[in-house]
């Protein structure tokens, strides 16, 4: 069982508690620390948890779990290093790619995890790619959601195009050679990445309260054999086209953060290498630092 202290327990935050505490076989939740006082009296009493100082906090736990605000991962990371701690951050992981590279320099040295919330990895309609041998000529992701007073003010390319970069990039393994911004409104963004093998991303993130909006996640993968590969976030499905034929693959339905925070659990007790680690977060920030460029 591994002592896990919480930083950050709004919306996702207590998410992430009401999973930990069905994962209590593995974690142990040993507090939390906000700054809102009347939020943190209310999580208390509701969970039974206790409110910590944030060195304490940070010094007890074997792993800190960030969800706290963007502006905040980057010191919070930088103080659980220097106690040697494991650390689960949610996406984006820092504000910017400057600060990715620092946090990246200061772990070498350590034998700790530093894992990013790209909680898509875990979805079964992603999933199911592993069993598909394929080489994608172009992919089209949608990505659009609810206008919420929590993500109003953050920026579209971090909050959602973020997760499509993400699995591109497994997808792909390709650098950038260009970005083409198409529409740049704060809260519809379409763009495409040229990468240098050749490969043509679109990607599209939408934020509205339109009640003839659709909201989807999805993602489509022309191959170069001529198959197109569907994958359904939302629905957690995945199917393939050859020609007139549709095949629907079979996928159980999961809770992706509760198979997030297992898979956590397992590279530090197994000592695996964590795929979702910073190097997965640099490759990011090298694309959404290009893009918000564009959009500034």
Do not use: W
């Amino acid at each position: 069982m591994l002592k896990i202290g919480i930083i950050g327990t709004g919306y996702f935050g207590e998410i992430h508690i009401k999973v930990l505490l069905k994962l209590k076989t593995i974690f142990k939740i040993i507090g939390f620390f906000d700054i809102n006082e009347q939020k943190s009296k209310e999580i208390s009493k509701k969970y039974n948890i206790p409110l910590l100082k944030l060195e304490k906090l940070i010094h007890e736990s074997e792993v800190v779990n960030i969800t706290s605000k963007t502006d905040t991962h980057f010191k919070l990371i930088k103080l659980a290093l220097k106690e040697k701690k494991h650390v689960f951050v949610e996406k984006p992981m820092c504000e910017t790619l400057n600060e990715i590279k620092i946090i990246k320099n200061l772990k070498k040295s350590l034998k700790v995890h530093v894992q990013i919330g790209f909680i898509e990895r875990f979805n079964p309609a992603f999933l199911n790619l592993s069993s598909i041998t394929f080489k994608a000529k172009k992919i089209k992701a949608i990505r659009s959601t609810s206008l919420l007073n929590r993500n109003k003010t953050n920026s579209i390319t971090q909050d959602l195009m973020i997760h499509d970069i993400d699995i591109i990039n497994t997808i792909i393994n390709s650098s950038p050679k260009k970005i083409n911004i198409f529409k740049k409104k704060k809260n519809n963004v379409r763009c495409n990445i040229i990468f240098q093998n050749g490969c043509v991303a679109e990607l599209i993130s939408k934020r509205t309260n339109a009640k003839n909006e659709k909201l989807e996640r999805k993602m489509t993968i022309q191959t170069e054999n001529g198959r197109e590969i569907l994958i359904d976030f939302s629905n957690q499905k995945t199917s393939i086209k050859t020609g007139d034929n549709i095949l629907s693959l079979k996928s159980k339905k999961i809770n992706q953060l509760e198979e997030e925070l297992k898979y956590l659990y397992e590279c530090i007790k197994k000592k695996k290498n964590n795929d979702i680690s910073l190097e997965a977060a640099e490759k990011c920030g090298v694309i959404t630092e290009k893009i918000e460029k564009q959009l500034s």
